[in-house]
């Protein structure tokens, strides 16, 4: 009886929002065995959207569903799967109030709906959330997170949603600092439980009124500048190791920087469809991760040099889809990040040892390579606009806060000009 009443007050809830769930049999599209997808549909007035429940059906057995009187049990399975899936719909639509599409999305797929309205653990929000981005294939930015559900649970253990407050925020704040770590991994932590409270009050679990956020301000970070020098780069770009495995580092070390300090992370998922002539085009593996729409594409004009790299290094094996030999088809999202983070490792242990040979002071791993890109292009009077471009950035503020500043003796001279 209880079950029934609160059904039907979902119902009534959704009637309000004018939000509906139905299913579809997707026909144009039958398998191997002729069954085709079903398909939730959410319908909020003027706007629809389709879901996958990994159910089949012929379109005999779709028409058999819907019957009072069902005897196949393996259509039975399906439509308690269906009657489930809705059930589900319907609790999350009733506790969405504004509906959203996206915050429906994200918890349908988290599989806590049935704890929604009693888990108030962090750990148990985190959680779901690591799932989902491991699902989808962000492993990088899953990890992440798990840092930072670890960071809170050795600051309290225990927390519940209701226990982020704005004294909370600032007491984590002065212990990580006590620590010793920095204002930027301090503010990854909090930006990253910040999302985590968003998705709480998307899910009417705690009112916006006491979003935490408000009345605290995330520490960020002082951008440690990783340019080289106009003199230490020339050392590089001049120098010829005597090891094999040294000049490869160099080699993709340098490749990084002339493509507009493209990250080792989408070096290593180039192919060959990538090169266009002299242009190299691309999509950000980040930007893939995290936009929906107006993917655009990088557009690299390629250096001589770097087309002599790409030449010196391509993969000679023609199963394999890959511009280099480094990742090969059929690997999980899991490996793919391990691989490109051996990778990035192998590249930085060969650049510290360049860098004591030709005596440059500060580290050259493979993020000074994207960097210095950015930094050269400024001290030769590019625009900001066209450098964001080149990066792959969403704006021009993120844009200069890769940005060196101008060397000393570059201040010393432009003195000068006062008095010139």
Known sequence: MVAFVVAMLNRITMLEQNVTVSFYLEKTKPNAENKCLIKMVIYCKPNKKRFSTNCHATIQEWEKLNSSKLR???????KNILNTKQQKAEKIIADLVPFSFIAFEDLFYSNSVTKTNNNTALQHW?????????????????????TTINSLNEFKKG????????ALLEEYEAYMLNKGNSNTTIGIYLRQLRAIINQVIAAGLLQQEKYPFKKYEIPSGQNIKKALSDIEINKLLN??????????????????????????????????????GSYLNFIRQ??????????????????????????????????????????ETGLNPITVKNRCKRFIKWVNLR??????????????????????????????GVSTEFIKESLGHSSVAVTENYLDSFNDDVKLDYTKFLTS
């Not at 300090?261 to 998922?269: K, L, P, W």
């Not at 729409?293 to 890959?322: C, F, M």
């Open 351 to 380: 650049m510290e040892k360049i860098r004591k040979e030709l005596g440059i002071d500060q580290k050259i791993g493979t993020y000074a390579a994207r960097h210095t890109f950015s930094t050269v292009m400024k001290r030769r």
């Open 239 to 276: 120098h010829t190791p005597t090891k094999e495995d040294e000049q490869k580092a160099l080699d993709f070390w340098i490749l990084s920087y002339l493509c507009s300090g493209i990250n080792f992370a989408d070096i290593v998922q180039l192919k060959p469809s990538n090169i266009d």
């Open 72 to 78: 196949d049990s393996n259509l039975k399975e399906i």
């Open 159 to 166: 927390l519940h949603i209701q226990d982020v407050t704005p």
């Open 126 to 146: 985190f959680d779901t959330y690591v799932k989902t981005l491991n699902d989808k294939g962000r492993v990088g930015t899953a990890s992440s997170y798990r």
């Open 286 to 327: 980040k930007t893939k991760n995290t936009k929906k729409k107006d993917l655009r594409p990088i557009k690299i004009g390629l250096h001589p040099k770097a087309l002599a790299i790409v030449e010196k290094w391509k993969n000679t094996d023609s199963s394999n889809p890959y511009l280099f030999p480094i990742l």
